[in-house]
């Protein structure tokens, strides 16, 4: 019999992270400052990040930033995680592809988030902060964030999408249960929130306006600095430990993915497992592909425009160069609540723009016909948001069967879905909906940031 699992050792754990901009060709374009429109310094970032956050995300020269020793200790609980041979998936499919993938999962909190929230606290702490504050989607990056700050002593505010707030409960009890203060976005707590509420009674919200939510708390709050588990170049770096992972084990198995797929709201989890696989794209012209997959619904690098914008609904953040659906974009209701977000992150927009990426847009049906039947073959039942990852790769392997071609696959279960069950109670009862955005739609909304245009 094949292996099933590839397992490394505790010593396995990668000793740095990945920087992928001190490989890339055409670097970002920067970052600007929202009022004087110059590049960000570090200066700039430092009322809301830690300075040594701050100088993670403008490092375009050091190739490999050290993991702290603390850092990489608590990585241990958990880490590495396992590479798994999708042999069920494959004979359902009946397909000649090797379909692999990264077991994100089984982290404390069930996702890859506990990678960066782990050292956006560590290093938030070491500068003495009492109070940090963060945005939330589904859910996933507020529980690892609050697990992480419990670890470090920190207080931490959580501004959950409201939509995902109601639709996931049980999220904001993990939260809770860690120790953090859970408010829905939009809220009266903050002049963000009161703006968009009074325009919009009825918002349900989106990542944008949590953002804005919390950015501003943290600006009003002493001794506190906001953190965030997706677009910034500074969360794209902690994630690589996934992929550093995984080129080790693909090596164990005796293979090399000639196509790499996942998920994709902000980058987090994209970046994470598909950028040291790119390193030797850029550096040595190997052949090998990477998908972003993202929601029909909210199709940023499939539909957007690549401008400059903002990271926030309230315009509070940095411009950054981004592929942007326009920072006021109202994504529909999906249950996939992490990848609801308007723009991608400036690195995998500049990678995008030059061609070294792809995307696909998936609607929700789709998710979660490709997520049951991955659930059916291999047991695990994934989040909605990696349900997108799976069913291109099972596009890709279908591809491989009709091509009658041996394609090796891997792809990213960045988080189960145990806590998004009532996600399948819609699905299993034919309640859901795709959810999807027309072009007319899209396009009338980034009229509205045309003079933010590159």
């Known amino acids: 019999m094949s292996t099933k699992k590839f397992i490394l050792q505790e010593n396995d754990i990668p000793h740095a992270w990945y920087n992928i901009v001190a490989d890339m060709k055409n670097k970002p374009m920067p970052m600007l400052n929202p009022k004087t429109k110059k590049p960000v310094t570090v200066e700039d970032m430092e009322p809301l990040f830690a300075r040594a956050l701050a100088e993670q995300e403008l490092n375009t020269t050091d190739e490999w930033i050290e993991i702290p020793e603390q850092v990489r200790d608590l990585y241990k609980i958990w880490r590495p995680t396992p590479l798994v041979r999708a042999t069920g998936l494959e004979k359902a499919l009946d397909t000649p592809a090797h379909i692999y993938f990264k077991n994100e999962s089984v982290s404390p909190v069930g996702s890859h988030k506990l990678n960066s929230a782990l050292a956006q606290a560590y290093y938030c702490k070491k500068e003495g902060c009492t109070n940090i504050t963060t945005e939330t989607g589904a859910g996933q990056w507020g529980a690892a964030l609050s697990m992480a700050a419990k670890i470090f002593g920190l207080e931490l505010a959580v501004y959950m999408v409201k939509v995902s707030y109601h639709q996931k409960p049980y999220r904001r009890s993990i939260m809770q249960t860690f120790g953090a203060q859970v408010v829905a976005s939009p809220s009266m707590s903050t002049k963000a929130g009161r703006q968009i509420i009074t325009n919009s009674p009825n918002n349900q919200g989106s990542l944008g306006t949590a953002i804005s939510e919390a950015v501003e708390l943290a600006l009003q709050t002493p001794n506190c600095k906001y953190v965030l588990g997706s677009v910034m170049n500074q969360v794209s770096l902690h994630q690589t430990v996934i992929g550093l992972e995984a080129e080790k084990q693909m090596e164990m198995a005796g293979e090399y993915p000639d196509t790499v797929i996942a998920c994709f709201g902000g980058g987090s989890n994209f970046s994470g497992i598909a950028f ?179």
Not at 280 to 305: N, V
Not at 360 to 374: C, M, P, S
Not at 415 to 441: K, P, Q
Request: hydrophobic content about 40%; charged content about 25%; some cysteine.
């Open 276 to 454: 040291p696989f790119l390193r030797h794209k850029i550096l040595e012209g190997k052949e090998i592909r990477t998908i972003a997959a993202e929601p029909a619904s909210c199709p940023k690098l499939t539909k957007g425009r690549f401008q400059y914008d903002y990271g926030d609904e309230a315009g509070y953040t940095p411009l950054i160069p981004m592929f942007t659906l326009g920072h006021n974009f109202m994504p529909s209701n999906i249950h996939a609540g992490g990848l609801r977000y308007h723009g991608a992150g400036s690195i995998v927009s500049q990678l995008m723009k030059d061609g070294l990426m792809e995307a696909a847009d998936v609607k929700q049906l789709e998710a979660f016909d490709a997520a049951t039947l991955f659930a059916r073959c291999e047991g695990i039942i994934p989040a909605p948001e990696s349900s997108h990852a799976i069913a291109v790769t099972i596009r890709e392997a279908l591809k491989a069967k009709e091509a009658g071609e041996k394609k090796v696959l891997l792809f990213n279960l960045s988080g189960h879905g145990l806590i998004d069950m009532t996600a399948y109670d819609s699905y299993l009862a034919g309640d859901l909906t795709n959810g999807e955005v027309t072009d007319e739609e899209i396009e009338k909304n980034l009229e509205d940031v045309s003079d933010l245009k590159i």
